[in-house]
T-cell receptor, first 115, second 120 residues
Framework: AQSVTQPDIHITVSEGASLELRCNYSYGATPYLFWYVQSPGQGLQLLLKYFSGDTLVQGIKGFEAEFKRSQSSFNLRKPSVHWSDAAEYFCAVTYSGAGSYQLTFGKGTKLSVIP | GAGVSQTPSNKVTEKGKYVELRCDPISGHTALYWYRQSLGQGPEFLIYFQGTGAADDSGLPNDRFFAVRPEGSVSTLKIQRTERGDSAVYLC??????????????????FGPGTRLTVL
């Protein structure tokens, strides 16, 4: 069964510092990878996605992520964090041939930002 | 344009009662998904509709849970004989995946704000 691991439950960074959130997925021939952000009381908003091609993908709000097949990873990065980035971040995966393309999510990483 | 909407935003019920949760997908989206998010967890897949039919209901936890999408647009998630363990946020998502989607193709799922269900 497909699975996603986000090893960091909670991360705290200072405003202006760089950020990297880790995500590892279980092996799949052709993974489709996503990062979503969830603010309190809000729905999930898509930050970026990887289907194929260039392994470095750019998303909204200045976020980027890099797909590394050899490490089964899809880490999210941002060079300079803003206070408004405080939220919970979810990595998700689905696979070619998964039929319903149901997403499997990690447990999330909560990001706190110190002013 | 309008995103995915869900009603009610909050639902409090008593153990043993029946509840219905509604999802209005983005207009024209043929694929619709229900997920459940328990406290401190990521969303977990419940059921997927392609048009009017439930193409994959493998995530429904038991036969107390049922969902319909009779006209291929609005969907209702129905929970019978609710239990305290059903308390969670129920999320709906829709996707423009076409009925004849190519093998290997997929598309972005757009999520609604969720319904927070509390079973007392």
């Amino acid at each position: 069964a497909q699975s996603v691991t986000q090893p960091d439950i909670h991360i705290t960074v200072s405003e202006g510092a760089s950020l990297e959130l880790r995500c590892n997925y279980s092996y799949g021939a052709t993974p489709y990878l996503f990062w979503y952000v969830q603010s309190p009381g809000q729905g999930l908003q898509l930050l970026l996605k990887y289907f194929s091609g260039d392994t470095l993908v750019q998303g909204i709000k200045g976020f980027e992520a890099e797909f590394k097949r050899s490490q089964s990873s899809f880490n999210l990065r941002k060079p300079s964090v803003h206070w408004s980035d405080a939220a919970e971040y979810f990595c998700a995966v689905t696979y070619s041939g998964a039929g319903s393309y149901q997403l499997t999510f990690g447990k999330g990483t909560k990001l706190s930002v110190i002013p | 344009g309008a995103g995915v909407s869900q009603t009610p935003s909050n639902k409090v019920t008593e153990k043993g009662k029946y509840v219905e949760l509604r999802c209005d997908p983005i207009s024209g989206h043929t694929a619709l998904y229900w997920y459940r998010q328990s406290l401190g967890q990521g969303p977990e897949f419940l059921i997927y509709f392609q048009g009017t039919g439930a193409a994959d209901d493998s995530g429904l936890p038991n036969d107390r849970f049922f969902a319909v999408r009779p006209e291929g647009s609005v969907s209702t998630l129905k929970i019978q004989r609710t239990e305290r363990g059903d308390s969670a946020v129920y999320l709906c998502a829709s996707s423009p995946l076409p009925l004849s989607g190519r093998v290997g193709s997929t598309d972005t799922q757009y999520f609604g704000p969720g319904t927070r269900l509390t079973v007392l």
